[in-house]
């Protein structure tokens, strides 16, 4: 079952709703948010509550839950 989210791009303040299904990857969160914002997608990371989320980590293993807000940031360990 999907869930929404929201994500925010650190930067600029945007923000984007997105459904995301159990399987997708954190990795294919960055490609497809950081696409639409025209962004390096290898220059960025998401962030949930101050813990920055790992490439082939999916949805499920996150617990997200619906309408909570997940941020979109520059590495900062310099991806």
């Keep these: 079952m999907p869930v929404r989210i929201?994500?925010?791009?650190?930067?600029?303040g945007n923000m984007v709703d997105i459904d995301l299904e159990?399987?997708?990857?954190?990795?294919?969160i960055i490609e497809s948010v950081g696409t639409f914002?025209?962004?390096e997608v290898g220059a960025y990371v998401l962030s949930h509550k101050q813990q920055l989320l790992r490439g082939e980590v999916t949805v499920s293993q996150?617990?997200?839950?619906?309408?909570d807000q997940?941020?979109?940031?520059?590495?900062?360990?310099?991806?």
């Design 6 to 12: 929201s994500i925010r791009d650190v930067s600029t």
């Design 22 to 28: 159990p399987t997708n990857t954190v990795d294919e």
């Design 37 to 39: 914002w025209d962004k």
């Design 62 to 67: 996150l617990y997200l839950n619906e309408g």
């Design 70 to 79: 997940i941020e979109f940031l520059l590495d900062p360990e310099g991806g």
